[in-house]
């Protein structure tokens, strides 16, 4: 821990009472903040690490908010951006280019597997669904089946806030309050094995998808979305040939398979994009976080070329955009980014470091309250139970005492960012800067361990 001098101390008391009369937090309960309830503030990054406003340090174990995937305090991002404002700040992509965005797009497109050449930028994520489905609406329009317009996703899986996007999302409590949205959102069940009956066909899930699609009528259903490794609910990886039997499906319906990279792609699960790592070919990818690392708002769909054609045709046009989109600072810092990924081999580095990262997380397993360790590459969960025998998981109350009135804060206290989560069954999710290693997870286990031994002895007391 630092030691505050009475300024730091002042600045900090300062910075809390402004950021609580007029900084409105995404996702937060504002009204849980007091003095002994302060506001986390972020004041600097080095490497894998954050220091808060009073000074202490902190393991970044969320890359930010799973999009820091080069570190913190790459200067010489912020130096080509600096270059690109004294070239040029700002044209649009609407109707014009710059030499920045075709430059990312053409590299993009070398890096993205198969035909997917076509590179549509947006400024995040929930930007890059929402064109994703958009795109599959005007795709089908065009070819005369415009009834196609449903979307496919999987129940808990998040993708993204805004009202188009949110009707894929498969999170009630998300929804709830600003239903009505887009009509055509359909879920079918994840791939979260750990609470599958033993003897289940491992392609069930997949399978649910093809008789999600008969029921709501093939000509109805436009596309299918779905994040190589879903995030929410707690890195829920596929089963052997999910996939593969998804994109079977896709093409026995003509319906566009979506694969929602916005965290799993640049790095993260150990390769540029997730599909990868699986072996299927997408038509679509959304991606937004580590396009840049970060340092500038992105976020990108790219399309295969069957789905570019009829947009290429006479007067036809994808009639859609943002006017931050492609944004060539933001392009400029993408591209320093894929330097960088390139110079340090991090995606390499990953598929090297992964087995480590979990070896050692597997290594919590000997504490009763972790009941099921999974993920891939860098992304990774710890499931929470009462008893690892049965199962048997945390109901609404006391998963709120165990999350939000323990394991966040003594977290974060002990210096370890990462996510507390009960979207699905409670989880403790780690997602750390794609440049970490063995100090690092050393780190991450340090402060862990104590704090989920701890966590069971309160458990155990609570009855
Ligand atoms: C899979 C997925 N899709 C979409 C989004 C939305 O991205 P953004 O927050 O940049 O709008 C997220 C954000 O975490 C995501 O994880």
Not at 40 to 64: A, F, T
Request: glycine residues 10%; negative net charge.
């Amino acid at each position: 821990m630092a030691t505050s001098t009475a300024s730091t101390e002042t600045r900090s008391a300062q910075l809390q009472e402004l950021a609580r009369k007029h900084l409105w937090m995404h996702f937060t309960r504002m009204g849980g903040y007091d003095d002994e309830h302060p506001i986390p503030i972020i004041e600097r990054g080095e490497g894998p690490y954050v220091w808060d406003v009073e000074g202490n340090r902190y393991l970044d174990g969320l890359s930010g908010l799973f999009c820091s995937n080069i570190g913190h305090g790459r200067t010489e991002i912020g130096e080509a951006m600096a270059r690109q404002v004294a070239e040029l700040d700002f044209t649009t992509n609407w109707s014009y280019a710059h030499p920045r965005a075709i430059e990312l797009a053409a590299r993009i497109a070398e890096l993205a597997p198969g035909d997917l050449n076509h590179v549509f930028f947006t400024s995040g994520g929930s930007e890059a669904v929402e064109s994703a489905l958009k795109l599959a609406r005007q795709y089908f329009r065009l070819q005369g089946k415009g009834q196609k317009h449903k979307v496919i996703a999987r129940e808990i899986a998040y993708h993204g806030t805004s009202m188009g996007a949110l009707s894929a999302t498969g999170l009630t409590p998300l929804r709830a309050p600003f239903e009505p949205f887009a009509p055509g959102g359909c879920h079918v069940p994840n791939t979260n094995e750990y609470r599958w009956p033993e003897d289940r066909d491992p392609l069930w899930a997949a399978d649910k998808i093809a008789e999600r699609i008969e029921f709501e009528g093939p000509e109805t259903v436009a596309a299918v979305i779905l994040e190589p490794v879903q995030n929410a609910g707690g890195c829920f990886t596929p089963q052997e040939g999910y996939f593969q039997r998804v994109r079977e499906i896709c093409d026995e319906y003509d319906v566009l398979l979506i694969s929602d990279e916005v965290i799993c792609a640049w790095g993260r699960i150990g390769y540029y994009f997730g599909c990868e790592r699986y072996g299927y070919q997408p038509d679509l990818i959304t991606t937004a976080k580590g396009i840049t690392s970060a340092y500038a708002p992105m976020g990108a769909l790219i399309a295969s070329d069957k789905v570019f054609e009829p947009f290429s045709e006479g007067t036809n046009s994808f009639v859609h955009g943002f006017t931050f989109a492609g944004h060539p600072v933001a392009a400029a810092a993408a591209l320093a980014n894929l330097d960088i990924f390139e110079r340090e081999d991090i995606c390499g580095h990953v598929r090297e470091r992964e087995a480590e990262f979990r070896q050692m997380l597997e290594g919590l397993r000997d504490i009763p309250i972790v009941g099921d360790v999974r993920g891939a590459g860098f992304f990774h969960a710890i499931e929470l139970v009462k008893d690892q025998e049965t199962k048997e998981t945390f109901n609404d109350e006391e998963s709120e005492w165990l999350l939000r009135g323990f394991l966040s804060g003594e977290l974060y206290r002990r210096g370890l960012i990462c996510r507390a989560d009960d979207r699905g069954d409670p989880v403790v999710q780690l997602s750390p800067p794609l440049i970490c290693d063995t100090e690092q997870f050393e780190e991450i286990e340090g402060v862990l361990r104590p704090v989920l031994e701890e966590a069971w002895q309160k458990v155990q007391a609570r009855g």
